[in-house]
């Protein structure tokens, strides 16, 4: 019982010094329904204000925050080295509390100290970290972005470049595949040799003529000068006719391939008319010359001046001809080499497309989110998408919130009761007391002979129960002291209010 009073008033000291705690709290609203999220839907970055502002809520409490608040607060003015500074931190930090309420945003920022003002200065410190952290972070993130975009989209800019590179100097070393765009390569090749084959004809047409016309020199076929009375239509010159018809023919050749447009055909009904132009001047030459010079020798007229020159047109147009044949032969050959190659050449083609198109909307993408973010940017300095409000201002309770001491004293009454009963149970394991001759024979192992019975007195009977009365009004005495303890508190708090 002494070790019980002793627990108890010990206790009870212990309660009634605990220095009482003053609660300041805040209440915070998070408006994140903005009208501007649903107006600007698809166009800007609309980030999970919702989750972000959340996971603010649970960070808020670190240890550069803290830091920042003690400086805000004048906490610091006390601090004189870096002991008292880091158990500043470390309480704040386990008092400090931050609570949502529900799922409607709301919040409460709440802190205990002896210090009524004191507390109210933190939790408005705290109330500032938090809206202006929320900012500063969104800010922050923005401009991160925004840099990160820029770099991308120039190396982006970077490999489409290289990629058109890649592509203009393909086709520059394969034109004619570049070219040949819509049309397989056996259609050029066939057009090709159609054309060969046309140019052949045409070269053995005017190797022909040309042969003609140095028979007529040579004397094989006499050349007769034109009478007068003779029409131009029934003149006959073989070395231009035999052009003509052979154009003539060339012609029925084409039509029968070609339409009236075609390049081939009207150039071939160009020549025609210009051969029949050239036969008729030199049929009004030639009648002239005969008209002044009667007697003139072949040699010396100007039909045999007129056959030289043809002559030498018929070697110039041979030599033309030859020409566009060892061109076209040319090509049949590059075009016959490059179909070999083409499947490759092809796939290569492809790749170099497909690079390029990967590399050009990978760019159009980066460029279309650089403008995105860049309009988010816009919007937030417009209007915020989250607005803060605060419900409940920085203000610290009249009357301590703790400790509870009605809650306390019977805890204490408790323990020194729990104390008493220890003191006992361990001074009876101390000295034990054999209270049968079994539990003395189990321990000892030994022969019991006997027993002595003791058989109280009337002295011994008063003097047990003077005892148990002084036990019971010791016992009695510690609750009463509780209890009016508990009372007492009572009627102060009822009177304070």
Do not use: C
Not at 41 to 51: F, H, K
Not at 175 to 188: K, N, P, Q, W
Request: charged content about 25%.
């Amino acid at each position: 019982m002494l070790t019980a009073w002793i627990i108890g008033i010990i206790a009870a000291g212990v309660i009634l010094r605990i220095p009482n705690q003053f609660e300041a709290s805040a209440r915070i609203y998070v408006d994140t329904q903005s009208i501007l999220r649903p107006l600007m839907s698809g166009l800007a970055v609309q980030p999970n204000i919702e989750q972000q502002i959340m996971m603010l809520s649970r960070t808020l409490i670190s240890r550069p925050n803290i830091e920042k608040l003690i400086r805000m607060a004048d906490l610091d003015l006390n601090i004189k080295n870096k002991t008292q500074q880091e158990a500043l931190i470390e309480e704040l930090t386990t008092t400090l509390k931050i609570q949502g309420i529900g799922r409607d945003n709301l919040y409460t920022i709440s802190f205990r100290d002896p210090d009524p003002a004191k507390a109210q200065r933190v939790v408005q410190a705290l109330v500032s970290i938090f809206i202006e952290s929320s900012l500063g972070d969104k800010r922050q993130d923005t401009d991160s972005a925004r840099k990160f975009l820029e770099e991308q989209i120039r190396n982006y800019e970077k490999k489409l470049e290289s990629a058109e590179n890649r592509l203009k100097e393909f086709k520059l070393r394969n034109i004619e595949l570049a070219t040949a765009e819509g049309r397989s390569g056996v259609d050029r090749l066939g057009e090709l040799s159609t054309q060969l084959s046309a140019a052949r004809l045409q070269l053995r047409e005017a190797e022909q003529s040309r042969d003609a016309l140095r028979r007529q020199i040579a004397g094989e076929e006499p050349v007769l000068l034109p009478d007068s009375s003779v029409g131009d239509s029934t003149i006959s010159l073989p070395e231009i006719d035999g052009r003509i018809d052979t154009q003539k023919r060339s012609l029925d050749t084409l039509l029968q391939r070609y339409t009236e447009q075609h390049p081939d055909v009207v150039g071939t009904r160009r020549l025609i008319k210009d051969l029949e132009e050239q036969k008729r001047q030199e049929i009004q030459a030639r009648k002239k010359y005969a008209a002044a010079n009667p007697g003139a020798s072949v040699s010396n007229n100007p039909v045999y001046q007129q056959l030289k020159v043809s002559l030498a047109e018929a070697e110039a147009s041979a030599a033309s001809l030859r020409a566009r044949v060892s061109e076209y032969e040319e090509r049949y050959k590059r075009t016959t080499g490059l179909m070999k190659n083409q499947p490759q050449l092809e796939a290569e083609l492809t790749q170099l497309n497909r690079d390029y198109e990967l590399d050009k909307r990978n760019y159009e993408q980066l460029v279309a989110r650089r403008d995105s973010a860049e309009l988010t940017v816009d919007l937030d300095t417009a209007g915020s998408m989250a607005d803060f409000r605060l419900i409940d201002p920085p203000r610290s309770s009249n009357k301590p919130v703790a400790p509870n001491r009605l809650m306390l004293l019977p805890l204490g009454l408790l323990l020194a009761v729990a104390g008493g009963l220890f003191v006992a149970f361990a001074a009876s394991q101390v000295r034990p007391v054999f209270f049968d001759s079994k539990t003395l024979r189990d321990a000892v192992d030994l022969p019991i002979i006997g027993s002595v019975s003791l058989i109280p007195n009337d002295a011994r009977k008063l003097k047990e129960r003077a005892s148990l009365r002084r036990f019971l009004m010791a016992l009695s005495g510690l609750f009463l002291a509780y209890l009016a303890g508990i009372g007492s508190l009572v009627f102060l708090a009822q009177r304070a209010n």
